[in-house]
């Protein structure tokens, strides 16, 4: 496997979009489009909130019908959730609009949507969005890039990331882009992810490598705690790439779900450590676990708590907020045998031993901890299973943003 | 019943003291005793957090062996959480200091410390500290008021409370004092709670009345999502009041459970309201909800919303915030259903009627939720039950304590 240049265009047949069409930013973009020169059988996995945004409603719909997808129409500003019958009905103008702008089937459309709960799309802008993209899409990695940035809220910068393996000697791409940054706590998040592959792969394998790897990537980062309405991640295959068939379970499948979970994870902790006002990507590793539910139960606590993240922000070893989340995780363990490290580019220190903390220097625990990455390793000593999650530090930064978000 | 002046020394035969032992805190007070004149029933709830602090786990095994307690020695400045075998020791330190001081027995001595986690009592200070207790307890209201003073850490304000019901024919005294302020989401918190009554009432009587009421109270309060290690409420009771004894569900429990009622969900509004950071208690009400249960999940994640939290402080109707924390907490309900009102001393406004917003003025919410006390009411259209939890909003100021704490 190799890391390549691009996004969602990296693969074969993918095209994509931008422009900025007023929807409640200005000055910048707010409308992407993904298009397949040919169908692709599409996988989904969406948040599992109650309140599920129009578009949450309409792609899952599209996935669980069984659909050939060819495009995807994405916007930033509003979230086109808790709108009604009125956001559903967009949902529809929207997918007619491009099939008109594309000569394609409307069921062929999905789409994703992020902003403010809440408030209703102004349908005739992003009609007239639509019509734009399909008259600029084009197979340039510059266009994914540029519609990675067009679906951007609080975030300070897109994500994208390809990468290429070889099944059945044929190059097989897989692309993908995301944005976070507040509202994320994937339970599939205001998440969205869009990945495309040139593989061939049936839908129900591809469904499986997506909903399988979303519980160790997406599902294991959270900004705040808060798991949106709008949370969607998609992955479309279009089988330009001309390989034997991807079968589940086989040798290539296991390649190829290596491959997506190596843009999943990375697309997943770029969101975290953009989380709105971060300043660090806080990282969570437990080992030594019985299971690894028990891991990522216990490495989740840590990443949500909001004392932890605190300290982090302030660069200060407060291990005491660490291991008092793992112990109101709801995992049991024995707080009297925990081993605990924090780590970055700065160094290694060990900072508990046995539950108890060891003569650690506080000036280098600070200097650790004021990298831009800090890993902290807690060892529980019950067995070998192993799990991290991603977040980020808490800071003023955050209640500035979100104090007065509408506005 | 009425409210009367006081707290922990309002009911007959409790005496209190507070003295500046120098744990951590210079130029404060940091020591506090509660003491009874003759022997108490005790009851208590604790922290379910996996790792419990020393006193916790003395105070346990005193509550589950039926011990008579004659007093509570309580510090703040360090929790003695995470300090292994040494931090037990100082249980017992702390036990025969005060027996020797108050000439009463080990066994009949509680404790509670609230404060850094993993940092060692400077037990010197502490017995000597004992000592000057030991010597100025005594019966008047201020010395309640006083020691309700010494247990704070990072709260702005003291916390207590006395009410007065009459029992056959006597008088009866609940008084109770309380501290918070961050790490905070009791389940039973670095919450502290300590009621006195001279009630008659028996052990098993008495811990139901407390089990029973702390669900509906302190565990209905959140501040930072943080379940401590240090959460204890204690419940004393001397039977001075010499009313006939309290049985468990007669009508004179029913009044006793009632008064206790008002004593936990005052100090329990208090502690949320003077979160760490807050410049509002926020309460939200769930109405029209199939159990009770339902009713408080939903209310609890309304009011543990970092994203909601911050738009409170914010002044901001941000009210997709809300539907979103519901429609996440796990409970089942209709989004399409639900109408909700923000409310406050400055008036009262609906904002969704059955799922979507109304055409409300922006102007008037932000004028509602600009007060100290606010209050979101969501009606889900599904039953009878209802449920409150209260919390405050998320600001720099919290940012400021916790990324700076141990310094």
Redesign the interface.
Known sequence: MKQIKGGVTAPKGYEAASTAAGIKYKERTDMALIYSQIPCVAAGTF??????AAPVKWDKQVVENGHMVQAVVVNSGI?N????EEGLGYCKDTAKAAAKALHISPDSVMMGSTG???MQLPIEKLTAGIEVLGGKKNTSLVSGTEAAKAIMTTDTCEKELAVEIILDGKKVTIGGMAKGS??I?P?MCTMLAFITTDAVIGKDALQKALSEDVADTYNMISV??????NDTVLLLANGLAGNAEIIYGSEDYKKFAQALHTVNEYLAKKIAGDGEGATALFEVKMEGCESTEQAKILAKAVV????TK??I??H?A????I???????G???K??KVDLFFESRAGKIQI?EN???VNYSEEEAAEILSQPEVTVTADIKMGDKTAAAWGCD???G??DI??????
């Open positions: 948040t599992t909130n109650v309140v599920k979230a959730a808790c709108t009604g403010v709960i809440g507040g509202m706590h339970n705040d705690g808060d798991t949106s309405t949500c708590s909001n004392l605190t300290a922000a302030g200060d407060n291990w005491g907020r291991l008092c989340a793992m112990g109101y995780s995992a049991q363990f707080p009297e508990i539950g108890t903390a808490l800071t003023h955050y209640i979100n104090a007065d978000y509408r506005s």
